[in-house]
């Protein structure tokens, strides 16, 4: 009895929570994240005034972080559009 009663209760929650945004409504999200990233494979060359510097692969991390704007324009279409900052590190020697 008890499960059965769990059972009804998380589904009628669910259906409250599956309800869309009202036609005609913006809504903002903010999105906040990281970049992980390495060149595997692969050996960059600089080429200097005295020598040529070789640069070996390492491991980057980088922040993102922006907002997108959301357009509901009716019950089944809504239109979206962001801008992000991605943040990028250059080759060191």
Known sequence: MKKTI???MLA???M???AQKEPGSFTLYPRIGMNFSRMSNSELYEMGEKEDIEHKSKFKTGLVAG???QY???NILALS???FYSQQE???P
């Open 16 to 18: 409250a929570t599956f």
């Open 12 to 14: 009628i929650v669910s």
């Open 6 to 8: 769990i059972t009804i």
């Open 90 to 92: 250059m080759l060191e």
């Open 67 to 69: 907002a997108e704007l």
């Open 81 to 83: 559009g962001g801008a």
């Open 72 to 74: 509901q324009i009716n």
